[in-house]
């Protein structure tokens, strides 16, 4: 009996701390932007609708991938400043150790949290668009976007800005966009649809080149968010 209840106190507990959390990392604006990226994802998939292109999953991967970035923006972009704002940035600084704890949890809960959205995403597109593997697509769309959350999580770690934070990476946006037509038959895309094919492109180097970019946005990701960490150390810095 005693052995359930502590079990169900654990729960509680931990449910109130991922809603507690998610308050602070979506700056209780989480509904706005929710709601912003199905305007989004409705926008996309009736003007594709209306201008009687052709839909299939490559379709389907572009039109999810905006509002999937718009999930991400905010949370990584003004994380850190919504922690000073709230005055809980002096509390992490004040236990040794705890603050890389903390925003991992954190960074964790905004990925699982997106990867969830997009399921979603992906079953209504498939729906009313298009049959598709919505887990399956979700997966690959989380590469680009977990790729730029943590490159966004790093610079606000150096920044220490939300709106200076977002100005760099609106830049580093449009500068990846630009790139990505030069670079789109290349590892280094950021942007690359796996499921969108070049015309006359052997099937075989085409996989080779999905695997070698989702190797390098990994290993990508993985750097910034250790950097984004590191830089929590200097509490000089933040305090």
């Known amino acids: 009996m005693s052995k359930n209840l502590d079990i169900k106190n654990r729960l509680v507990v931990l449910i109130k701390m991922v809603r507690y959390n998610l308050k602070i990392i979506f700056g209780n604006r989480f509904f706005w932007f929710l709601l912003a990226s199905f305007v989004f994802l409705l926008?996309?998939?009736?003007?594709?609708?209306?201008?009687?292109?052709?839909?299939?999953?490559?379709?389907?991967?572009?039109?999810?991938?905006?509002?999937?970035?718009?999930?991400?923006?905010?949370?990584?972009?003004?994380?850190?400043q919504n922690d000073d704002d709230s005055r809980m940035l002096e509390i992490l600084f004040g236990i040794p150790n705890y603050r890389y704890k903390v925003w991992l949890v954190r960074i964790v809960m905004i990925f699982i949290l997106v990867f969830i959205i997009l399921l979603i995403y992906g079953w209504l597109a498939s729906v009313f668009m298009y049959r598709i593997n919505a887990f399956r697509m979700a997966y690959q769309l989380m590469y680009p976007i977990i790729f730029l959350g943590a490159l966004a999580f790093m610079f606000s770690t150096l920044i220490k800005n939300g709106n200076g934070t977002a100005v760099v990476m609106v830049l580093i946006g449009v500068a990846l966009l630009i790139l990505s037509d030069a670079l789109e038959r290349t590892q280094w895309n950021v942007f690359l649809n796996p499921f969108g094919i070049p015309d006359n492109f052997n099937q075989v180097i085409w996989e080779g080149i999905?695997?070698?970019?989702?190797?390098?946005?990994?290993?990508?990701?993985?750097?910034?968010?250790?950097?984004g960490l590191f830089n929590l150390q200097k509490r000089e810095s933040f305090v």
């Open 210 to 227: 999905i695997s070698k970019n989702r190797i390098f946005l990994g290993i990508g990701t993985v750097v910034f968010l250790l950097y």
């Open 43 to 80: 926008f996309f998939a009736i003007q594709n609708v209306m201008e009687g292109d052709p839909v299939g999953v490559d379709t389907i991967y572009e039109i999810l991938l905006f509002p999937g970035i718009l999930l991400i923006f905010y949370p990584t972009v003004f994380g850190i």
